[in-house]
């Protein structure tokens, strides 16, 4: 059963900030996608990387791209460490 539906706004924040502490890129199912970025209510944005990683698929640049936007979100942690070790 889909919690989309019965999910306070305050539930879908707790659980992507518990989700986003846990690891910078957060791996979905369909039924998690469903929840936290297309249900509602929602007052967040989310950035979707969508690829085809799995070796049959035979997608050369899947791979890169997913090595870019990891770089990229492990950079950004170190940023926000930077940032609050700072204040």
Same mark, same amino acid.
């Given at each position: 059963? %889909? =919690? +989309?539906?019965? /999910?306070?706004? %305050?539930?879908?924040? *707790?659980?992507?900030?518990?989700?986003?502490? *846990?690891?910078?890129?957060?791996?979905?199912?369909?039924? *998690?996608?469903?929840?936290?970025? *297309?249900?509602?209510?929602?007052?967040?944005?989310?950035? @979707? /990387?969508?690829? @085809?990683? %799995?070796? =049959?698929?035979?997608? @050369?640049?899947? +791979? !890169? @791209?997913?090595?870019?936007? !990891?770089? +990229?979100?492990?950079?950004?942690?170190? =940023? %926000?460490?930077?940032?609050?070790?700072? =204040?």
């Amino acid at each position: 059963m %889909s =919690q +989309g539906s019965t /999910m306070t706004l %305050s539930d879908r924040v *707790k659980q992507l900030t518990d989700l986003s502490n *846990k690891r910078p890129i957060i791996r979905m199912n369909a039924q *998690k996608f469903n929840d936290l970025v *297309k249900g509602t209510p929602r007052n967040y944005s989310v950035i @979707a /990387m969508f690829t @085809a990683l %799995s070796p =049959q698929r035979g997608c @050369a640049i899947c +791979g !890169a @791209a997913n090595d870019e936007f !990891a770089i +990229g979100n492990i950079v950004k942690c170190f =940023q %926000s460490l930077i940032v609050f070790i700072g =204040q």
